[in-house]
C-alpha cells in the first residue's frame, strides 16, 4: 500500500508558518539541498498513526513527486503534546539505509495462559540495516514458543524478513520472557520491606 504525503515548498520561518493545520517541516538527505515545507496537521497526524518511523512514504510538491522520505524525527510541543515539526529524510533506492522497525508481540504464551503470570518485553524496537524495497513497519515476536518460566525469546530467534539485517541490539539480546506470578509470601514480604517504620 502506497503512502503519500502532499507539501508546499515554505518561504517563511517555522514558527511564523504553523498554524492549526499547517505543520512546518523539512525534508533533507542523498546530497540534496535541505527544503522547508508546510504539510496539513491533520493529514500527517493520520499517516504517522500508519506510517510510523518505518514506512516509505511518497513525497509530493505540489502535484510533483519528489522521491520517498522517511519519517527522521518529530518535535512536539511540551505543554500541548502537539507535533510542531517534522524532518524527513530522502530515501535513495539503491542504497542500503538504517531505520528503526517496531516490535510488534502476537499469540499467547501458553506458560501464561497455564500458570499465570506476566510478560516482560525488554526492548520494543530495533535498528535495521537494508535497501528501502525491503523495509517493513514491524517485526512480528511470537510468544507462543514461551511453554515455560525458563523460554526466552532473543533478538537471533526473531523471524526477520528477507533482506533485511538487525544491527541493534545484539543477537543475544532478550526480547520476551514470561515471569511467574509472585506468591502470597513474596508479595507479604515485598509490603514488609516498603512499609514505613
Do not use: W
Not at 493520520?46 to 518505518?54: D, H, Q, R
Not at 518485553?121 to 514491524?138: Q, W
Request: charged share 30%; net charge negative.
Amino acid at each position: 500500500m502506497a503512502l503519500k504525503l502532499s507539501a508546499a515548498v515554505r518561504e517563511i520561518k517555522g514558527e511564523k508558518a504553523r498554524t492549526k493545520t499547517v505543520l512546518p517541516a523539512v525534508v533533507y538527505g542523498m546530497g540534496g539541498e535541505a527544503t522547508s515545507l508546510t504539510i496539513n496537521y491533520d493529514e500527517f497526524v493520520k499517516l504517522y498513526a500508519e506510517a510510523g518511523e518505518a514506512s516509505l512514504i511518497d513525497l509530493f510538491l505540489g502535484e510533483k513527486e519528489d522521491g520517498k522520505v522517511l519519517i527522521q524525527d518529530i518535535a512536539y510541543d511540551p505543554v500541548s503534546d502537539r507535533v510542531v515539526h517534522v524532518d524527513l529524510r530522502r530515501i535513495d533506492m539503491n542504497k542500503e539505509m538504517t531505520a528503526t522497525v517496531e516490535l510488534r508481540f502476537i499469540n499467547e504464551a501458553p506458560v501464561i495462559k497455564e500458570q499465570g503470570g506476566t510478560l516482560m518485553h525488554a526492548i520494543s524496537e530495533v535498528e535495521v540495516k537494508c535497501l528501502p524495497k525491503d523495509l517493513v513497519s514491524h517485526i512480528d515476536v511470537d510468544v507462543a514458543v514461551l511453554k515455560t518460566f525458563d523460554d526466552v525469546v532473543k533478538v537471533k530467534d526473531l523471524a526477520v524478513p528477507a533482506g533485511i539485517t538487525i544491527t541493534s541490539p545484539n543477537e543475544e539480546d532478550l526480547v520476551a520472557k514470561a515471569t511467574p506470578a509472585m506468591t502470597e509470601e513474596e508479595i507479604k514480604a515485598m509490603e514488609a520491606v516498603s512499609a514505613p517504620v
